[in-house]
C-alpha cells in the first residue's frame, strides 16, 4: 500500500492511496487542512490504519437514517424519481 499528498490550494492537501487488489490499482482520495507535514504524517497514519485492517470508510449515510425501514424506502424512491426525472 502507498500513499502521497498533493498540494489543492495553499494549506489544502489532497492525500491520495493507492490500493492494490486483486491485481488491480484504486485510487482512495482524502481532503485535509493544515500544513504539510500534518498531511504527510496524516497521510502514513492511513496507511498504516489501512495495512492493519482497521481502516472503516467514510460514508455519507447517517445511522438514523439507515436505522429506520422508512430511512430506506425513502432513499429508494429518492433514486427512483431521479431515473425517472433524467429520462
Known amino acids: 500500500m502507498k500513499g502521497h499528498i498533493r498540494e489543492r490550494s495553499p494549506g489544502h492537501w489532497a492525500i491520495i492511496l493507492d490500493i492494490i487488489k486483486d ?3 484504486k485510487r482512495k482520495w482524502h ?3 493544515g500544513t504539510k ?3 504527510q504524517a ?3 497514519r492511513l496507511v ?3 495495512k492493519d485492517g482497521a481502516y472503516v470508510e467514510a460514508n ?3 445511522v438514523g437514517s439507515n436505522a429506520s425501514p422508512n430511512g430506506r424506502l425513502e432513499r ?3 433514486r427512483g424519481r431521479q431515473s425517472a ?3
Request: aromatic share 4%.
Open 76 to 78: 429508494k424512491l429518492a
Open 42 to 44: 496524516e497521510c502514513a
Open 85 to 87: 426525472i433524467a429520462s
Open 60 to 62: 455519507k449515510l447517517t
Open 23 to 25: 491485481g488491480t490499482r
Open 37 to 39: 507535514r500534518e498531511a
Open 31 to 33: 481532503s485535509f487542512k
Open 48 to 50: 498504516t490504519t489501512m
